[in-house]
Antibody, heavy 117, light 111 residues
Framework: EVQVVESGGGLVKPGGSLRLSCAASGFRFTSYSMNWVRQAPGKGLEWVSSISSDGSHKYHADSVKGRFTISRDNAKNSLFLQMDSLRADDTAVYYC??????????WGQGTLVSVSS | QSVLTQPPSVSGAPGQRVSISCSGN?????????VNWYQHLAGTAPKLLIY???NRPSGVPDRFSGSKSGTSASLAITGLQPDDEADYYC???????????FGGGTKLTVL
């Protein structure tokens, strides 16, 4: 069974850092690009970051460029999102997504990140 | 303001047909870039409904169909069921922004 399970969310103060993790199972992790997508309270979905299957190519939305870094550990079937200089408008549920934009897209349940003093 | 434009809400009675539009421009849907549709029930993981404009993943009922023409796309749902009540999002790629983009989402209410 395909599974992607996010963890690492929580409450953090503005300017702080948080590292999200996504544990993948049930599929060949090394064959797929991976993504982070977020949804702020009462808002729609927003693409955050993407990483190629081998980790050699990384892409970030302008809203997080320079503050967030996507990475992966293919040996451990894991995806990460390092979030620095967090702001209140980064508050959202963060979803780990396999192969967004393709026929094999698969979403996790999400992890909540709250940025507040 | 989302790059792709969707109506905030649509509604229909059980058994009826509804359509959800998704409007873009020449940098995304008109590039031409494929459009995908996702169904998001509150508190659950979003689910792929339609990929590459008009293709259904296995397990998605044929009551759901997609189409695309120029800079616009639409999702049609026939034989509405109460379980269809959810938020629906279109998604594509924008070559000017070099970014994956979503519509603002459409809330479907089954009356």
């Amino acid at each position: 069974e395909v599974q992607v399970v996010e963890s690492g969310g929580g409450l953090v103060k503005p300017g702080g850092s948080l590292r999200l993790s996504c544990a993948a199972s049930g599929f060949r992790f090394t064959s797929y690009s991976m993504n982070w997508v977020r949804q702020a309270p009462g808002k729609g979905l927003e693409w955050v970051s993407s990483i190629s299957s081998d980790g050699s190519h990384k892409y970030h939305a302008d809203s997080v460029k320079g503050r967030f870094t996507i990475s992966r550990d293919n040996a451990k079937n894991s995806l990460f999102l390092q979030m620095d200089s967090l702001r209140a408008d980064d508050t959202a549920v963060y979803y780990c997504v396999r192969d967004l934009g393709s026929s094999s897209a698969f979403w996790g349940q999400g992890t909540l990140v709250s940025v507040s003093s | 303001q989302s790059v792709l434009t969707q109506p905030p809400s649509v509604s229909g009675a059980p058994g009826q047909r509804v359509s959800i539009s998704c409007s873009g421009n020449d940098s995304n849907l008109g590039a031409p870039a494929d459009v995908n549709w996702y169904q998001h029930l509150a508190g659950t993981a979003p689910k792929l409904l339609i990929y590459a404009n008009n293709n259904r993943p296995s397990g998605v009922p044929d009551r759901f169909s997609g189409s695309k023409s120029g800079t616009s796309a639409s999702l049609a749902i026939t034989g509405l069921q109460p379980d269809d009540e959810a938020d629906y999002y279109c998604q594509s790629y924008d070559i000017s922004l070099s970014a994956l983009v979503f519509g603002g989402g459409t809330k479907l209410t089954v009356l």
